[in-house]
């Protein structure tokens, strides 16, 4: 049943509408980078020491430690950090993606492991090119099910090797993936309601002459 | 045997049956409501109160409205030198969400939450204001004047 | 129903003639014991059931989108709509998460503030779950009961923060102001009289031997099974596993009080339930540590007044009524946040769901899912 | 003469039932509002008590909501059953009533004596347990023909239920049937107030086995917390999920006029029925006849009430049980107990001293 809604046909259309509206889209038209230096610890160390040249670090502002990964070599890095007796992440306290639309890799996958019984935590984060499909990391957590679901829903990632990878917080039929910048606030239908310069929906609008028709005729044309 | 005595003799029910049994008696908590209104505390935010006269139009509240039900209007710069009120103030509470934000941004405390909080109404026009109907009650205007009130009415302490 | 899903476990003509198909059932998403919009998909032989889908998504609001287009001050109170039962911890997680990326320092005393009402809040929620949870099992005035307890401590939200349910606590940088007069009065004397409440809670559950038929050994799962599958909060201790974000990575002065983190053994709904109880004891003990030492100092540390973080992220948790709730804040350096993740511990909680109903029967889901104290707006988000 | 026969045979039976039914019928109904009341008590809050003084037209109130509100039939239901099924329901419950004795004879003023039993059948108690397991029927055939999988669920479990708890409830009654000698409640009351030569000492004492399975077997019989799986409104919503209006208020009535006449049954059986305690009701009865009736009544209903407020207490208390622990009690614990409690009673009865030892208490 979920082999027929894989989305290489949702993908295949999806890039073309991101292309467009992205050079409008919200703020930020330069590429995301964070600010901060690289935090160094135990772990990235080891993962360092290991990997090499595959895993480099995020720097952070805030002092949290991360490294960014290839995508060809996540699932051994995540699952090194879980068996690993000197990482021991044994827990997946948060998985989810990020779109940066100017980025050179527009999609990031951010992994959040925490070692029960160490105490530390790190970030993994991996690139992803828009419509690239990214292993599941199911098969280390099964906490990961779900998450990858919901990433599914509103990146449009498609998660290989995922048992059940259907919507989850979204209707079976919708379209579109709502988190990606490029997707309106109010859903495609509502773009125009998306003009100030917050980009928030104004429910009292800036034309004070519409305003005060909202106000005194009690009704938004529509309703 | 002991345990064949208490698997006959229930204790722990008769002890659960002993606590309904005590609530039974005690006085009860239920708010009569219609008959006796509560006494909202000072700080309780309920319909927004505007009083036109003081404002600035400094916009604060406006841009401190997650939910954007605020417009204020400046007056134009010839008229705002002398006087600062607002040209128009714009009010639509039907999505206010109670949160306080507009009262706390506010310099000079003109936009403030009331304990008026039987906000209930047949159409979502009862809820749109525009200067001349903001709802404002003098009485009313106390939360910037009376930022300690005490709580001893409502919590019995 | 297809033909795959008959439950024949043989081919021989008896196992032909007796073979019997399961029966699907639509578990919600109008159902009493859902507690909101949940709807579970069971597959039933009799009253046993084989099969459970989870079918969320019904209450979801893109808060975490809505949130990319509000400045970064704005959104306090849409988070507290995450799980409206614990609103002030899920505020706590926002602001604290905006803290940490501004890298703000929060005055002592509204740390302190901020325990007290945290933990204030943590007691209301499992009050309300602790009703919904035995009302589902039957017993009804339980229901009542925590609700006049809670009510108290609504009334006390309301006199310090101004809201009942949904406060917007606190602003990024501290507590907006002091404890009203006579607060701090009438919150110890809540807490003298919770003591003697949780003791009639038990007396009518605890020992009774119907709520333990009905919880002991009903939803198991192991400890390592709940590591694995993300749980958090006291659905995962209940389990055994001792992990309290308080105590882990411990947040708004936290290291300062002394409290236990109730552990369970077996992992099931009794344990769960347990550890419940026991931690609303030990919150009312941060409380009254809090009041005892409440420090003098300011109330809100150095915030400008349009905040624009540095661009980078930051990963929050604080211990939630549910679990660990997790705030993972992308900033570009802008006034808006970059992407905004909550890890609601109800959700990942939920994906529990299949593994402890397995084999039970129908009475059991309704035990389970109370067990797992799920708050739709925070699954849904 | 021909009128006096008309009316002997046909016209004060009829009045009979017309008042019984009235009252039964208005004391189901108050029953609703003093348990909806009591519970509030319990639960530390008030209870209905904005309709009329204290509340106290709140039952009216809901008689007309329901009467008003729409009667629909499912598109898969059964339309038939779908529609026979609350009378199912509630016309055994009602029927019930008729055999038991609620005051001693009436003695009119022309010294002519009226009952207050619509029909003191001989096989009285034999009737009722006859008359009350159709009860069931409405509940299994209504769940049945709702063409729905939650009321279903309801009339599956309720079947495998009252199935378990018509045995135990049957031989808890057996023993008083054994202890008394008669089937007829009159006689069972009679035989009450002469057991031990004793005021007051009523079957409660010697067959306490007996009340309390029978205490249980009524709750369970009744579908109450708990044992309300057939209901269980939080697990699966009720046996009645689909019926609205007037059909659902028909089941509604049908299960609290079950309660109330457990509650008589129960009283009648083991509580001395109309006896008034401390009184020898004998000679009350050879002076003031009039007096003992309408005291003797008081007393019914004052006992009745204390099963029902038991019953209410319970509910206010206890979470349900699960649907296997339940047949395990019914099968494992009850059967057994009140099999027992049978033997125990039969070999007392059969002890050839047993009428000596009887009158040697009593003397």
């Not at chain 2, 008026?116 to 009650?137: I, M, R, V």
């Not at chain 4, 208005?26 to 519970?39: F, I, K, N």
Request: with cysteine; glycine share 8%; proline share 6%.
């Amino acid at each position: 049943m979920t082999e027929e809604q894989k989305p290489p046909a949702e993908q295949a259309d999806k890039p073309k509408p991101a292309a467009k509206p992205a050079a409008k889209a919200p703020p930020g038209p330069k590429p995301w980078a964070p600010t901060g230096e690289v935090v160094e610890t135990d772990v990235t160390r080891r993962l360092k020491e290991r990997f090499e040249a595959a895993v480099e670090g995020i720097p952070s502002p805030v002092g949290e430690a991360g490294v960014r990964v290839a995508k060809d070599r996540l699932i051994e890095v995540l699952t090194f950090l879980k068996e690993d007796p000197e990482c021991a992440m044994n827990f997946l306290s948060d998985l989810t993606a990020v779109h940066f639309p100017e980025n050179e890799q527009p999609l990031e996958v951010v992994y959040h492991c925490y070692s029960i019984p160490k105490g530390h935590s790190l970030r993994v984060r991996a690139g992803l090119d828009d419509g690239e499909a990214c292993p599941t990391a199911v098969e280390i957590w099964k906490t990961a099910d779900w998450h990858e679901r919901e990433i599914h829903d509103m990146f449009g990632i498609v998660f290989e090797g995922h048992p059940n990878l259907k919507t989850i917080l979204l209707p079976d039929d919708w379209e579109g993936h709502p988190f990606r910048k490029e997707y309106p606030l109010g859903g495609p239908k509502e773009e125009a309601i998306r003009k100030d310069a917050l980009s928030r929906p104004v429910y009292l609008p800036d034309d004070p002459e519409e305003a005060r028709r909202i106000i005194k005729e009690g009704g938004r044309g529509s309703e | 045997m002991q345990r064949f005595l208490r698997m006959i003799t229930f204790p722990e029910l008769r002890e659960g049956l002993g606590v309904t049994l005590k609530w039974f008696v005690r006085p009860k908590v239920t708010e009569v409501y219609p008959d006796r209104r509560p006494v909202l505390p000072y700080r309780t935010k309920h319909r927004l109160h505007v009083e036109i006269e003081t404002c600035i139009s400094c916009g604060q509240c406006e841009k401190a409205c997650p939910e954007g039900c605020i417009k204020v209007i400046k007056p134009p710069k010839e008229v705002f030198k002398e006087d600062k009120r607002p040209q128009e103030f714009f009010l639509s509470l039907d999505h206010c969400l109670y949160c306080g934000q507009c009262q706390d941004s506010c310099p000079t405390g003109s936009i403030h939450h009331s304990d008026e909080w039987e906000l209930a109404a047949y159409s979502f026009k009862e809820y749109l204001f525009d200067k001349e109907t903001l709802p404002y009650d003098l009485e009313k205007k106390r939360y910037r004047e009376n930022f300690w009130g005490n709580v001893e009415d409502k919590t019995g302490g | 129903m297809d033909q795959s899903n008959l439950n024949a476990s043989g081919t021989s003509p008896l196992h032909k003639a007796l073979e019997t198909r399961s029966m699907e059932l639509n578990f919600g998403p109008q159902h009493p014991a859902t507690h909101g919009v949940y709807r579970a998909i069971l597959e039933l032989d009799g009253e046993r059931i084989v099969g459970l889908d989870s079918v969320i998504g019904y209450l979801h609001r893109g808060i975490e989108k809505w949130a990319e287009y509000r400045t970064w001050s704005n959104c306090t109170p849409i988070f507290d709509r995450l799980d409206y039962l614990a609103a002030v911890i899920n505020c706590h997680g926002y602001v604290g998460a905006v803290e940490k990326l501004l890298g703000v320092e929060v005055p002592k005393k509204a740390q302190y503030m901020r325990v007290v009402c945290d933990e204030l809040n943590r007691i209301a929620s499992h009050l309300i779950w602790l009703g919904t949870h035995a009302l589902d099992i039957g017993a009804m005035t339980m229901l009542f009961y925590p609700m006049r307890e809670r009510e108290v401590i609504m009334d006390l939200f309301e006199s310090m923060f101004g809201g009942r349910l949904l406060p917007n606590a606190y602003p990024v940088g501290g507590v907006r102001l002091d404890f009203p007069k006579g607060w701090e009065k009438a919150c110890r004397s809540f807490l003298a009289d919770l003591p003697d409440r949780i003791d009639d809670y038990e007396k009518l559950l605890t020992g009774n031997r119907m709520w333990v038929q009905r919880t002991k050994d009903v939803g198991v799962v192991s400890a390592e099974e709940a590591i694995d599958l993300g749980l958090s909060g006291p659905t995962l201790r209940g389990s055994g596993v001792y992990f309290d974000v308080r105590k882990a990575m411990p947040y708004s002065s936290y290291e300062d009080f002394d409290f236990e983190i109730p552990l369970g053994e077996n992992g099931d709904v009794f344990d769960r339930y347990i550890c419940r109880i026991r931690e609303m004891r030990q919150s009312a003990r941060i409380i009254l540590q809090a009041l005892d030492g409440m420090p003098e100092g300011d109330l809100k540390g150095k915030v400008s007044k349009i905040i624009k973080p540095p661009a980078g992220e930051a990963y929050f948790t604080v211990e939630g009524s549910k679990g660990q709730l997790g705030f993972y804040l992308v900033s570009d350096g802008g006034k808006n946040p970059w992407r905004c993740h909550v890890r609601s511990p109800s959700f990942v909680n939920l994906q529990g769901m299949e593994t402890m109903c397995k084999d039970g029967l129908v009475a059991d889901v309704v035990a389970v899912i109370g067990s797992l104290d799920i708050v739709l707006g925070e699954i849904d988000r | 003469m021909e009128f006096e026969v008309l009316m002997n045979t046909v016209g004060f039976p009829l009045i009979k039932i017309l008042i019984l039914l009235g009252v039964v019928l208005t004391c189901v109904a108050y029953t609703v509002y003093v348990e909806r009341r009591l519970l509030g008590f319990f639960q530390s809050r008030l209870g209905p008590n904005r309709v009329g003084p204290f509340g106290l037209v709140q039952p009216i109130a809901d008689g007309v909501k329901l009467f008003l509100k729409e009667d629909l039939v499912p598109l898969f239901a059964r339309r038939f059953i779908f529609k026979l099924a609350p009378i199912f329901a509630m016309a055994p419950a009602l029927v019930g009533f008729s055999i038991v004795t609620f005051a001693p004879n009436w003695v009119g003023a022309d010294g002519t004596e009226h009952s207050f039993v619509v029909a003191d059948v001989n096989i009285g108690i034999l009737f009722l347990l006859a008359i009350t397991s159709l009860g069931v029927f409405g509940i299994i055939l209504g769940g049945w023909s709702s063409g729905s999988k939650y009321p279903l669920f309801g009339s599956l479990r309720s079947a495998s239920q009252m199935l378990s708890y018509e045995i135990p409830l049957t031989l808890s009654v057996l023993a008083v049937i054994l202890m008394a000698g008669s089937f007829r409640l009159s006689d069972i009351t009679e035989a009450q107030q002469q057991f031990f030569g004793t005021r007051g000492l009523y079957y409660i004492v010697p067959l306490i086995l007996a009340f309390a399975v029978y205490l249980i077997s009524a709750v369970a019989e009744t579908n109450r917390t708990p044992f309300d799986l057939p209901e269980g409104e939080s697990e699966i919503i009720g046996f009645h999920t689909e019926y609205s209006g007037m059909r659902f208020a028909f089941f509604f009535m049908g299960e609290y006029a079950n309660i109330v006449l457990v509650s008589c049954v129960g009283t009648a059986l083991f509580l001395g029925g109309y006896d008034i305690p401390f009184v020898s009701d004998a000679a009350l009865y050879a002076s003031h006849p009039q007096l003992t009736s309408i005291l003797s009544l008081a007393s019914f209903a004052a006992k009745c009430s204390l099963f029902i407020f038991f019953y209410i207490w319970i509910r206010a208390t206890f979470p349900r049980y699960r649907y296997d622990h339940l047949l395990k009690i019914g099968w494992k614990v009850l059967l057994p107990i009140s099999l027992v409690n049978l033997l125990l009673v039969a070999a007392i009865k059969a002890w050839p001293h047993f009428q000596d030892w009887l009158g040697g208490a009593a003397g």
